[in-house]
C-alpha cells in the first residue's frame, strides 16, 4: 500500500522560515516525480513545486519562486519544501504527490492534477501578518 505523510507544517508569522517535509512507502520513490501542491481555504488546489526522479531538475509556480526550494533524499524517501520570506498567502493544506512521469518532459503539464497516482494526506501552514 502506497503511502505519502506529510509533516512539519505549524503556525509562523510573515518573513519567517519553515521546512515541510514528505515520507513515502510502499512505493519506487527515485521512480516518481515528486511534487508539492497547495489549498487555500476556499480555493482549489494549485501547483507549487516539482522535482525530478534524481533532483536535477526542479519547477516553481511564479508564486513560489526564489522563495521556496524543493528537494529530495531518494535514501531516506523523502522530499522537502524550504519556504522562506512567507506571506500570509501562502496560508494553505500542503499535500505532496508523486506521479511516474519525467518532470521535465512534462513541463507545464506538471500543474495538473490528474498527472499524479500518489497524493498526502497533507499539513497545514498558517502565516499570519
Known amino acids: 500500500q502506497v503511502q505519502l505523510a506529510e509533516s512539519g507544517g505549524g503556525s509562523v508569522q510573515a518573513g519567517d522560515s519553515l521546512r515541510i517535509s514528505c515520507v513515502g512507502s510502499?512505493?519506487?520513490?527515485?521512480?516518481?516525480?515528486m511534487a508539492w501542491f497547495r489549498q487555500p481555504p476556499g480555493k482549489e488546489r494549485e501547483f507549487v513545486a516539482i522535482?525530478?526522479?534524481?533532483?536535477?531538475?526542479?519547477y516553481y509556480s511564479e508564486s513560489v519562486k526564489g522563495r521556496f526550494t524543493v528537494s529530495r533524499d531518494n535514501a531516506e524517501n523523502t522530499v522537502y519544501l524550504q519556504m522562506d520570506s512567507l506571506k500570509p498567502e501562502d496560508t494553505a493544506a500542503y499535500y505532496c504527490?508523486?506521479?511516474?512521469?519525467?518532470?521535465?518532459?512534462?513541463?507545464?503539464?506538471?500543474?495538473?492534477?490528474?498527472?499524479?497516482?500518489?497524493w498526502g494526506q497533507g499539513t497545514q501552514v498558517t502565516v499570519s501578518s
Open positions: 510502499g512505493l519506487s520513490f527515485s521512480s516518481n516525480a
Open positions: 504527490a508523486g506521479g511516474r512521469f519525467s518532470a521535465k518532459v512534462a513541463g507545464t503539464a506538471a500543474g495538473d492534477l490528474d498527472m499524479y497516482e500518489y
Open positions: 522535482i525530478s526522479w534524481y533532483g536535477q531538475y526542479t
